[in-house]
Nanobody
């Protein structure tokens, strides 16, 4: 069964850090890119891109408003990505969803992990 398994969410105070991880399993992948979206339940039902990384070139792209606080990295051997989030703000609170865009399978989603930042 093809799936993405996420870990690393939790609760922190403003100014703290969290690291999210996401690993693909259950098959072979021909990855175009991987990344993270965020949803804020009760505020915005849409998922908004946070960061993504192209698999072959390793080019990282971030939501403009992040101000350099987040860093996305990839691990080819494990088909995994991590998102290092520093200087967290209450506005970063939400459910973070990992995704993988595969050339054959299309988009695969993780189950989501909650990040809560208190002021």
């Amino acid at each position: 069964q093809v799936q993405l398994v996420e870990s690393g969410g939790g609760s922190v105070q403003a100014g703290g850090s969290l690291r999210l991880s996401c690993a693909a399993s259950g098959g072979t992948f021909n990855v175009m890119d991987m990344g993270w979206f965020r949803q804020i339940p009760g505020v915005d039902q849409d998922r908004r891109i946070v960061a993504r990384i192209s698999w072959r070139a390793g080019s990282a792209h971030y939501r403009d408003s992040l101000g350099g606080r987040f860093t996305i990295t990839r691990d080819h051997n494990k088909t995994a990505v991590s998102l290092q989030m520093n200087t967290l703000e209450p506005e970063d609170t939400g459910i973070y969803y990992c995704y993988l865009d595969d050339y054959e399978r299309g988009r695969i989603w993780g189950q989501g992990t909650q990040v809560t930042v208190s002021s």
